[in-house]
């Protein structure tokens, strides 16, 4: 990380008030983090529009009773090999479960992967979090 630099910048009175309040809330400890913190995201969003390699997450809760489903699953990731650097299955209790499958690659061929796992009947819930390798940060 390089030095830093000072910058400037005007807000109405009330989006500042607001900005202050969510900072607290978050236990951000200064501005200049929240600001940061907000570059940075935009940052990340601006990478997933290129074509660049990315990183992310995908998450899905499912009933690991539904027939088939683990498997097919299972096949989908085998289908895009090449994206996962890991997973994690977590039993949530008796019925449910929950899995993460860390991904990097181009931004493109992640969100067709999510797209078929989020797609495959009977997943409950599915997210994709966005990331970035940090190459471009």
């Not at 009330?14 to 935009?42: H, I, M, N, W, Y």
């Not at 493109?108 to 495959?120: A, H, I, N, P, S």
Request: proline letters at 1%; aromatic letters at 6%; a positive charge.
């Amino acid at each position: 990380m390089s030095g830093l630099t000072r910058f400037s910048i005007s807000l109405e009175k009330a989006l500042l008030e607001k900005f202050d309040l969510q900072l607290k809330q978050d236990g951000c400890p200064t501005r200049s983090k929240g600001v940061a913190d907000l570059v940075r995201e935009s940052l990340v969003k601006h990478e997933w529009k290129g074509g660049r390699e990315v990183a992310g997450a995908v998450l899905m809760v499912y009933d690991h009773h539904k027939r088939d489903l683990s498997n097919k699953l299972t096949n989908v990731q085998h289908d895009f090999h090449h994206l996962i650097i890991s997973s994690q299955h977590i039993h949530l209790d008796h019925d449910n479960c929950l899995e993460m499958v860390v991904v990097r690659g181009k931004p493109r061929d992640v969100e067709v992967f999510y797209g078929k796992m989020k797609g495959t009947k009977g997943v409950k819930y599915a997210n994709l979090a966005i990331a970035s390798t940090g190459k471009a940060l």
